[in-house]
């Protein structure tokens, strides 16, 4: 039973554009959320994160949004560029102290 | 600081032996993570230790697998017997508490033929 899931697999954004990638989860205990981008052969890196207290975060071009009544979240990248396209990973903890659950990613391309 | 370590980078083995996995966390951190990467799954937890001790391990497939950490700057993933179907990158990763990021290292890309 996936509880923080991906629905789109992939994603495809022109360069400059937005990138809006979308996370669902089902845990109402989870408190605090990240996304993580992973680029191939390599580890997967922390990115941003949000705690349930905030609806928002802001780092650069990425914010972090978290829709606590929909069990929701998203990540925005704007401008897009093509050194964002990786993996991205939706992770979620507070369920069981610090142990973190990822979903399954989405592959986002940017084109220049 | 190096990081998670991993080791080794990759591993080629054949059905039916023993596979194992290394890992040393961040100095400093005390919870640790064994994940496997899938297709369908992502990443999938299969271990999490808190302060060396296995919190949660309802993720390890069977049991063929097990996981041990003797200190706080090792741990290891064992599977014997390994099968095909074992075959993934299992990534280790480790994080100072609540509510903080967790760092991954590069992970271990197991071939079992």
């Known amino acids: 039973d996936q509880q923080v899931k991906q629905n789109s697999p992939s994603l495809s954004v022109q360069e400059g554009r937005i990138s809006i990638l979308n996370c669902d989860y089902t845990?109402?205990?989870?408190?605090?959320f990240l996304w993580y981008k992973k680029y191939p052969a390599e580890g997967p890196t922390f990115l941003i994160s949000i705690s349930s207290i905030k609806d928002k975060n802001e780092d650069g071009r990425f914010t972090v949004f978290l829709n606590k009544s929909a069990k929701h979240l998203s990540l925005h990248i704007v401008p897009s560029q093509p050194g964002d396209s990786a993996v991205y990973f939706c992770?979620?903890?507070?369920?069981?102290?610090?142990?973190?659950?990822f979903g399954a990613g989405t592959i986002l391309r940017v084109k220049s | 600081d190096a990081g998670v370590i991993q080791s080794p980078r990759h591993e080629v083995t054949e059905m039916g032996q023993e596979v194992t996995l290394r890992c040393k966390p961040i100095?400093?951190?005390?919870?640790l993570f064994w994940y496997r990467q899938t297709m369908m799954r992502g990443l999938e937890l299969l271990i999490y230790?808190?302060?060396?001790?296995?919190?949660?391990d309802s993720g390890m497939p069977e049991d063929r697998f097990s996981a041990k950490m003797p200190n706080a700057s090792f741990s290891t993933l064992k599977i014997q017997p390994s099968e095909p179907r074992d075959s993934a990158v299992y990534f280790c990763a480790s994080s100072r508490g609540i509510n903080t990021e967790a760092f991954f290292g590069q992970g271990t890309r197991l071939t079992v033929v």
């Open positions: 992770a979620a903890s507070g369920e069981y102290g610090n142990k973190l659950v």
């Open positions: 845990n109402s205990m989870f408190d605090y």
């Open positions: 230790f808190n302060n060396n001790v296995p919190i949660d």
């Open positions: 100095s400093g951190h005390n919870s």
